[in-house]
């Protein structure tokens, strides 16, 4: 009985230890990155989006201009082009902190799917800009895994995973810290919300606004959870004309009343 006892408490202080570990990792991968509070202190950003994945029968384009507030997590989006919807014109989707909405041409929307959609999109985009930012946040797990050398390169892992009540659905990530620098300079991730629960790998390059270092210029492709590519087309993102401190009142992302 206290042999199993011991190694319950061996076993314990070993995960917490680990745990202690991995989050001083990510810390210092957010300073490295320019630091939460200096991101935060933005107060909002603007910029335009364009999203494509690999060319075919689903394949998905999406061009927007992006604005968030980062007070509540509220997140805007005008599109030109939007082909989870069918439409090429004007295409307007909101969150407000609580609910999300979409308008077609000035009308809201009603269909269920449409709505979620929305959703999905503007929690997911939200996230994926200011990701880095939230590592540390409540209700994220953190485990070391295993060092690995990538191109030459040192990187320390880290698997992040979310408690049952964060977010809409509980992805998995795994980080790749380069040891010389402390950025993040790739990670794997899934897509439960879609059903992806298999990794894909995210590789990017920073671009640097106002002493944050931002991943614009991002492409994925399917892979193993030892970041081995699998798949045999990427999906791009670009983010440009970033510019935080953008003018967004907490108006805009409500739901309208009535159509415009």
Known sequence: ???????????????????QDAK???????????????????GSVNYDLEYRTPKGENAITLLANETYLFNGERSYATYTEHSLTGANGK?????DGTNAWVTFDGKLSSDEQANGVARFLRKTN????????????????????????VTGKDYNRVKITFGDNVGDAQDTYVLYI????????????TVVGFGITEPSLMTY???????????????????DW???VKGDGYTITNWTNIKFGAEADKGMFEKPAMAK
Do not use: C
């Open 226 to 228: 030892d970041g081995n």
């Open 178 to 189: 380069n040891k010389k620098t402390k950025l993040i300079d790739q990670f794997l991730f």
């Open 24 to 42: 001083q990792l990510v810390a210092d991968a957010i300073e490295a990155t320019g630091g939460k509070k200096n991101f935060y202190s933005k």
């Open 126 to 149: 939200y996230y994926w800009f200011s990701m880095f930012f939230k590592l540390l946040d409540e209700g994220v797990n953190h485990e070391l895994l295993e060092d690995q050398k």
């Open 1 to 19: 009985m206290k042999k199993t006892i011991l190694i319950f408490l061996v076993a314990g202080v070993f995960a917490f230890t680990n745990a």
């Open 91 to 95: 295409v307007v989707e909101g969150y």
């Open 205 to 223: 390059k920073y671009q640097t606004v106002g002493g944050i270092k931002i991943p614009a210029k991002r492409k994925y492709v399917q892979a």
